[in-house]
C-alpha cells in the first residue's frame, strides 16, 4: 500500500504553504508539505470450519515528511518500523443461496513505535519525538469490530462493510488516537474466468487525539508545526477506487491472485491545517492453498 498526503486542509478549503506559516495565516513556524507513505503487508488466513476464518497481519511501514519553515527553509523526518498487529475473525452470520453476512471481531496489539525520533533544524543535533502522524504504530490496545455482506452471481460480485476501531486506554506517551469509522460499498464485474474489475466507494472518519504527548509541550506553546497539536488531528474522507484483479488459471501458480487498486479522494474534510489524501495504491499478490 502506497499512498502520499500533499497540501494542507483546514476544513474543505485548501491552504497554501504560506498561509499555513504565515503570521497573519495560520501562524506556525513550520509547514507540512508532503507526506509519502509505504506499509508492507503479511496477511495470514485459516478457516478451521466453514463459519469461522482466523486472520493475522503483520505490518512495516516506512514514511517521510517534507517540511517548509517560515523563513523559506526545507527539512524532511523519516520513520520507518513494525506496525500494530491485527488479529481477527470472519464468523459467518448467515449463508443465503451465493450471499454470505460475516461478522469481523478483531483487535490489533501496540506493536509499533509512538517514540519514534529524528533530527530537525531545532534539535540539531540531537533527534527530537516525531509528531504524530509518525508513528508507526498507536500504543495502545485497539478493538475492531465490523460487519462484511457478500453477494455474488456468475458475472458480477458486490458487498459492503462497516468497520470501526475503538481505541482502549492511553498509551506510554500520555495519549490515544482518536477512534475511526470505515464504511465501504463495492461492486465487481468478471470479464473473464482469470480477470475482473470493481468499483468502490469508501467514507472514512476519525476523531482528534485523547490527551497529549508531553514531548510536544514546547512545540504546541510555540505554535512550531500543525502536527504536534493533538485538537488538529481529526477528519472525514470519501474515496472512489477502480481495482482489477487477475487469477492465475492453471499451472504451477494456480490460485495466485494478484490484485490493484488506485483510489482518489472525492470529499475531504479535515481538523488542519492537516496534510490532505492525494492518492492511495494497493498492490497486493494472494495465494490460495
Known amino acids: 500500500n502506497a499512498k502520499t498526503k500533499a497540501g494542507n486542509r483546514d476544513g474543505t478549503e485548501s491552504l497554501s504553504d504560506a498561509e499555513v506559516v504565515a503570521p497573519d495565516g495560520a501562524n506556525f513556524l513550520i509547514a507540512p508539505t508532503e507526506m509519502p507513505m509505504q506499509m508492507h503487508m503479511l496477511g495470514l488466513m485459516y478457516a478451521p470450519t466453514d463459519r469461522l476464518t482466523l ?98 452471481t456468475d458475472r458480477l460480485s458486490w458487498g459492503a462493510q462497516a468497520m470501526g476501531t475503538i481505541r482502549l486506554g492511553e498509551n506510554s506517551s500520555d495519549y490515544r488516537f482518536g477512534n475511526v469509522l470505515d464504511v465501504t460499498a463495492w461492486g465487481g464485474v468478471n470479464a473473464t474466468d482469470w480477470l475482473g474489475g470493481s468499483l468502490r466507494l469508501a467514507a472514512s472518519t ?51 491472485r494478484i490484485a490493484a487498486e488506485f483510489e482518489l479522494p472525492v470529499y475531504q474534510s479535515l481538523d488542519g491545517p492537516q496534510l490532505e489524501t492525494d492518492w492511495t495504491l494497493t498492490l497486493g499478490a494472494q495465494y490460495a492453498f
Open 55 to 152: 486472520m493475522a497481519m503483520v505490518p512495516f511501514v516506512t514514511m517521510s515528511m517534507d517540511h517548509l519553515t517560515r523563513m523559506g527553509g526545507t527539512f524532511t523526518t523519516e520513520a520507518s518500523g513494525l506496525g500494530d498487529l491485527g488479529l481477527a475473525a470472519l464468523v459467518v452470520l448467515a449463508r443465503p443461496e451465493r450471499q454470505r453476512l460475516h461478522a469481523n471481531l478483531g483487535v490489533r496489539l501496540p506493536t509499533g513505535s509512538v517514540e519514534e525520533q529524528d533530527v530537525t533544524p531545532a534539535s540539531a543535533p540531537n533527534e527530537t519525538t516525531l509528531p504524530y502522524p509518525m508513528q508507526t504504530g498507536a500504543g495502545t490496545l485497539d478493538l475492531q469490530p465490523g460487519l462484511t455482506y457478500l453477494g455474488q
Open 206 to 256: 476519525w476523531g482528534a487525539v485523547s490527551g497529549a504527548n508531553p514531548a510536544y509541550a514546547v512545540g504546541v506553546t510555540n505554535r512550531m508545526v500543525p502536527t504536534v497539536f493533538a485538537d488538529l488531528r481529526a477528519g472525514t474522507r470519501v474515496d472512489l477506487g477502480l481495482g482489477t484483479n487477475v487469477l492465475v488459471p492453471s499451472g504451477p501458480l494456480h490460485h495466485l
